[in-house]
């Protein structure tokens, strides 16, 4: 870059560029919001048939369209943004050392040199000339240089030649900057259809990588959000923050930001549906690929030609069976999203997404704000959940996606006027055997600081929306409740109690208690149900299967809670649509306890 392009250029005029892809990127997350939850959900109160589900179907595409554009409009805005945070340094670093040299009564030539007039001591009758110098950036020229100014007998010399160094550098750092971003916004262009691909979400995910780490000076200067901070601390971080520093961080860190407890349930949830639509794209791209090359699936073994299953096509069919897993975990996500008013059912909230975070994937996903609602229900699943078979029915009940959506159908019925919310929360790795894994304490006694410090999020985000911490139940089901169960304990010793204002379990194999106040939990606020059932689950002759301490289980009438009836057909069954065990759960979750119908 030269000179005059440097000193006239106005940085300005990229920072206007960026506000009009950022609002080009808001504009786009709108018309997605408007067509996920507002006329997708008129279409389907209103129509049926054939033609209005391809309506529809046609409505979920063009709101992928706007969600890809909401990302790279987002990443271009930060792109622009940081390419003119870059030139800014540089220019004002040219302008201040121009403001001097003009100050010292040196001139600044079209191509940057400098212009001193003569000066200094006569010698043999003559005042030393003027002279005109270039600058170095060099550090060997520029020791030569400092030597030079040193003897110089004209004291304009010394000041012309610092003056020409810090143009000269000035205008290095211009070039730099423009030669770093002048590519990578070249790169930031989509092909040109119409369909957004699985390659389309990949080189998206691309792009943020390579502003991101051409973005340093512009991400630094924006706070960086607290370093092993609690989810008040991260709360008090996004809070103090500028729209934009909010959109830079989700365009350049939305896995972070998804991940932050105590951040709005909004902000996660934009930022996850962005690793979402990411991800897939990558493991699309990767099981296509796979495909492509399968490997024999037999192979001779022995003298006698007898075949076996080859080990390249046993790992190539593991690989393959695990990317189809996950891909289905995130097909199960985006129909909860697409079915955003079927059945009156409210806005979906993506707040936690990793496909294969503690082995078995983490899915934390929302049915309605819980930032704003009257009563939160945060249902933390048992042995056997993984990311692939969450939104899975087993035989005839319902998936664990499902059983928020219908807890969240029934606690409606009992408030009226009410909002709420209901949270499937995996986001640690469950057992996935029930004898050889669900009788060991460890993934409880792992995944009960996640589950502590999400409540804890959750309290918070509510505060900082509402003022208030609303009405908070956190209920597990057969190994979830001794997740709940850890979490309680780890509080009670930290003497600060489970912040939730009800502790529901359903199936459960034991808490790691005798009592509910061992936990810290009020007896009058836990509740239990269970069945003859599933004696043989949890029960060896009328005690826990070996979950370590006592051998309590919480349907047991010396524990200490709320026992209601149960008329659940099955272990996952508590959660059928009608049922006396959905009721009850309602009951609870909306405060409504005069409508529980005790055992």
């Given at each position: 870059m030269d000179y005059s392009t440097l000193k006239n250029l106005k940085t300005s005029d990229f920072e206007k560029a960026a506000d009009g892809y950022r609002a080009v990127s808001d504009m786009a997350s709108a018309a997605k919001d408007a067509l996920e939850q507002r006329i997708s959900v008129k279409m389907r109160t209103s129509l049926s048939g054939s033609a209005a589900d391809a309506a529809l179907k046609q409505l979920r595409e063009?709101?992928?369209?706007?969600?890809?554009?909401?990302?790279?409009?987002?990443?271009?805005?930060?792109?622009?943004?940081?390419?003119?945070?870059?030139l800014r340094a540089a220019k004002s670093k040219l302008d201040a050392a121009v403001a001097d040299a003009e100050g010292d009564k040196l001139t600044v030539e079209k191509n940057g040199s400098v212009t001193y007039p003569e000066g200094g001591d006569k010698y043999q009758g003559k005042t030393p000339p003027g002279g005109t110098v270039n600058g170095v950036t060099d550090q060997t020229a520029k020791a030569l240089h400092r030597q030079a100014a040193h003897i110089h007998p004209n004291p304009y010399f010394a000041r012309a030649l610092a003056c020409a160094d810090r143009i000269t550098a000035a205008l290095e750092e211009a070039t730099e900057a423009d030669e770093k971003w002048a590519p990578k916004l070249?790169?930031?262009k989509a092909d040109d259809d119409?369909?957004?691909?699985?390659?389309?979400?990949?080189?998206?995910?691309?792009?943020?990588?390579?502003?991101?780490?051409?973005?340093?000076?512009?991400?630094?200067?924006?706070?960086?959000?607290?370093?092993?901070?609690?989810?008040?601390?991260?709360?008090?971080?996004?809070?103090?923050?500028?729209?934009?520093e909010r959109d830079a961080y989700i365009s350049m860190h939305p896995a972070s930001i998804g991940a932050l407890n105590g951040l709005p349930a909004d902000a996660r949830d934009e930022a996850n549906r962005t690793v979402l639509a990411e991800t897939r794209g990558q493991y699309e791209m990767r099981l296509a690929a796979l495909n492509k090359s399968e490997p024999p699936e037999f192979e001779e073994a022995g003298a006698r030609g007898d075949m076996k299953y080859s080990q390249k096509w046993l790992d190539w069919h593991h690989k393959k069976e695990h990317l189809e897993?996950?891909?289905?975990?995130?097909?199960?996500?985006?129909?909860?999203?697409?079915?955003?008013?079927?059945?009156?059912?409210?806005?979906?909230?993506?707040?936690?997404?990793?496909?294969?975070?503690?082995?078995?994937?983490?899915?934390?996903?929302?049915?309605?704000?819980?930032?704003?609602?009257?009563?939160?229900?945060?249902?933390?699943?048992?042995t056997k959940t993984d990311i692939s078979t969450i939104g899975e029915d087993d035989g005839d009940t319902p998936s664990d996606l499902k059983r928020s959506?219908?807890?969240?159908?029934?606690?409606?019925?009992?408030?009226?006027?009410?909002?709420?919310?209901?949270?499937?929360?995996?986001?640690?790795?469950?057992?996935?055997?029930?004898?050889?894994?669900?009788?060991?304490?460890?993934?409880?006694?792992?995944?009960?600081?996640?589950?502590?410090?999400?409540?804890e999020g959750n309290r918070t985000a509510h505060q900082y929306a509402t003022g208030s911490h609303g009405h908070t139940t956190v209920m597990g089901h057969s190994y979830g409740s001794t997740l709940i169960g850890d979490t309680a304990k780890t509080a009670s010793w930290?003497?600060?109690?489970?912040?939730?204002?009800?502790?529901?379990?359903?199936?459960?194999?034991?808490?790691?208690?005798?009592?509910?106040?061992?936990?810290?939990?009020?007896?009058?606020?836990?509740?239990?149900?269970?069945?003859?059932?599933?004696?043989?689950?949890?029960?060896?002759?009328?005690?826990?299967?070996?979950l370590g301490g006592d051998r309590t289980v919480p349907t047991d009438t010396e524990f200490g809670g709320n026992i209601m009836k149960s008329d659940a057909g099955g272990h996952g069954a508590f959660w059928d649509k009608g049922s006396v065990s959905l009721k009850n759960q309602a009951a609870v979750v909306t405060g409504k306890y005069h409508m529980v119908d005790y055992d």
């Open positions: 063009l709101a992928k369209d706007f969600h890809y554009t909401q990302v790279e409009c987002g990443v271009l805005s930060t792109a622009l943004n940081a390419l003119a945070s870059d070249r790169k930031l119409l369909t957004v691909s699985a390659a389309d979400w990949v080189d998206a995910k691309k792009d943020t990588g390579g502003v991101r780490e051409g973005a340093e000076r512009y991400l630094d200067a924006i706070k960086a959000p607290p370093k092993h901070g609690d989810p008040e601390d991260n709360a008090e971080w996004w809070k103090h923050l500028s729209a934009d897993g996950k891909l289905k975990g995130m097909q199960a996500i985006q129909d909860r999203f697409d079915r955003t008013g079927h059945d009156g059912l409210p806005e979906a909230y993506l707040l936690g997404f990793a496909p294969d975070g503690e082995g078995n994937g983490r899915v934390i996903l929302a049915n309605g704000n819980p930032d704003t609602s009257h009563h939160t229900a945060i249902y933390v699943p048992g959506e219908y807890l969240w159908g029934e606690s409606g019925k009992l408030a009226p006027g009410e909002k709420v919310s209901t949270i499937t929360w995996l986001d640690y790795d469950a057992p996935d055997n029930i004898y050889r894994d669900a009788t060991q304490d460890k993934f409880a006694e792992k995944g009960a600081p996640r589950l502590h410090e999400f409540l930290n003497e600060t109690p489970i912040p939730a204002d009800e502790v529901m379990v359903a199936g459960s194999p034991g808490m790691q208690a005798a009592h509910a106040a061992d936990l810290g939990i009020d007896p009058k606020h836990m509740w239990a149900m269970g069945g003859d059932w599933d004696d043989w689950l949890v029960r060896v002759g009328g005690k826990n299967v070996g």
